[in-house]
């Protein structure tokens, strides 16, 4: 069983950064899908980014492009959700969830929960105004 162990949250000012990280004992990334999703109080989980580890595709939920960037180590043991120019709307428990290689590049996109098989235990960003 792979065990997603997530942290990096954190209290933060509008317009801070924070880092998140997302890693597994014993199990590295390559060629998987690694996503991040959020799930503010009162609503839905939603995407908020993924990376294609066999190619780097990396894609964005609108609300974060140009703020977020998803990246992965060399190694593949950890991904990385840097998040800049935080804002209120982004206060959110944050999840890591891995999917099989395909998940990335799925239409209309790659956030489907039923498409992830392996899930983290989440980390609160609570950006303040």
């Known amino acids: 069983e792979v065990r997603l162990v997530v942290s990096g949250g954190g209290l933060v000012q509008a317009g801070g950064s924070l880092r998140l990280s997302c890693s597994a004992s014993?199990?590295?990334?390559?060629?998987?899908?690694v996503a991040w999703f959020r799930q503010a109080p009162g609503k839905e989980r939603e995407g908020v980014s993924c990376?294609?580890?066999?190619?780097?595709?990396?894609y964005y939920a609108d609300s974060v492009k140009g703020r977020f960037t998803i990246s992965i180590t060399d190694a593949m043991n950890t991904v990385y959700l840097q998040m800049n120019s935080l804002e209120p709307e982004d206060t959110a428990i944050y999840y890591c969830?891995?999917?099989?290689?395909?998940?990335?590049?799925?239409?209309?996109?790659?956030?489907?929960?039923?498409?992830?098989?392996?899930w983290g235990r989440g980390t609160q960003v609570t950006v303040s105004s």
């Open positions: 014993d199990f590295t990334f390559d060629d998987y899908t």
């Open positions: 969830a891995v999917g099989q290689s395909w998940v990335a590049t799925t239409h209309p996109h790659p956030f489907a929960r039923y498409d992830y098989d392996y």
């Open positions: 990376i294609s580890t066999s190619d780097g595709y990396k």
